[in-house]
């Protein structure tokens, strides 16, 4: 059912002598919360958990001994400079849980003419099964004209998943031909960050 399996240890070391100890063994601290039961605090592949990462919305399942725990990344903290992974925030969930999540919004397609596509919102807030979230959003521009713009409502998720968008008539991509004529011929735009580095989504139970 898990997207990613990370297997780790429990941690019974804290503050940040025991934190950069773990970074040199190449361990990263994660804490697991679930609800308003006791967080559990763990220790990862440093490798691993790095990859895992690069997938946004992943499922995953955490195993540490004995026992294990289906989570979602709430959040990452990562060092400024180097960028590296320092410390993982984890949300617990269960088999069948629906929870909300933002994803990334994509643009895939070609406009008419010297029009080019342009992503107003960046990610949607929506809610799906834990077995079901989507890594992306992809909004197809193909031959659409100057001064279209697609809303979110009008927007077609994959089966299953939920809009739950604050402003349902809000623009999330607008087509358009740009003033300066030297742009005409630019692809479509993207959005500022991409997806495998863009920050862990943020969810919460249903």
Do not use: C, W
């Not at 406009?111 to 197809?140: C, H, M, W, Y």
């Amino acid at each position: 059912m898990a997207d990613i399996t990370l297997e780790g240890a429990v941690r019974t070391e804290f503050g940040k002598g025991a934190a950069r100890r773990m970074r040199v063994a190449k361990l990263v601290p994660a804490t697991v919360y679930a609800g308003g039961e006791q967080p559990t605090f763990l220790q990862l592949p440093m490798k691993e958990t790095t990859n895992a990462l690069r997938r946004t919305n992943a499922l995953f399942e955490l195993k540490f001994g004995e026992d294990s725990k289906l989570a979602v990344v709430k959040d990452v903290q990562r060092n400024p400079v180097k960028q590296q992974v320092e410390h993982v925030d984890f949300y617990e969930v269960r088999a069948g849980e629906k929870i909300e999540v933002e994803v990334p919004v994509f643009v895939e397609g070609t406009p008419k003419g010297a029009a080019v596509a342009f992503v107003d919102v960046q990610e949607l807030k929506v809610r799906a099964d834990v077995a079901n979230l989507p890594e992306r959003i992809t909004v197809s521009v193909e031959g659409l004209v100057d001064g279209t713009k697609v809303l979110a409502k009008d927007v077609v998720l994959p089966e299953g998943v939920e809009l739950i968008h604050d402003d349902p008539e809000e623009s999330v991509v607008t087509v358009e031909v740009p003033e300066d004529s030297s742009e005409t011929t630019a692809p479509a735009a993207a959005p500022a960050a991409d997806a495998a580095a863009a920050p862990a989504a943020d969810a919460k139970a249903e």
